[in-house]
């Protein structure tokens, strides 16, 4: 029972940075854990990040490890995405994503609708 909606997608040049947002409405957003995914056109869906429902543990993608960091603002209902050193592979669309605590396993509930990131060589 909540809603995501993604911001601050772009294009931008291999070696700069992005932040992309993730703002959730309909539920206490202390709930969910969250999570950061990301799909290139022909591939399938890859897990970027995720974050406990405090914002006390985080996993990564070995991929961007050093490069992004995952955050939330439990107060103002926001997940955040720090992309730095981006690289062309990085290009995708992102999608943020929410599951509730209260369950076993890591199978997400909702979905935002994606941001666009391009990087440019």
């Known amino acids: 029972q909540v809603q995501l909606v993604e911001s601050g997608g772009g294009l931008v040049q291999a070696g700069g940075s992005l932040r992309l947002s993730c703002a959730a409405s309909g539920r206490t957003f202390s709930n969910y854990a969250m999570g950061w995914f990301r799909q290139a056109p022909g591939k399938e869906r890859d897990f970027v990040a995720a974050?406990?429902?405090?914002?006390?543990?985080?996993n990564y993608a070995d991929s961007v490890k050093g490069r992004f960091t995952i955050s939330r603002d439990n107060a103002k209902n926001t997940l955040y995405l720090q992309m730095n050193s981006l690289k062309p592979e990085d290009t995708a669309v992102y999608f943020c994503?929410?599951?509730?605590?209260?369950?076993?396993?890591?199978?997400?509930?909702?979905w935002g609708q994606g941001t666009q990131v391009t990087v440019s060589s």
């Open positions: 974050i406990s429902w405090s914002g006390g543990s985080t």
């Open positions: 994503a929410a599951r509730w605590r209260y369950k076993p396993g890591t199978s997400y509930d909702y």
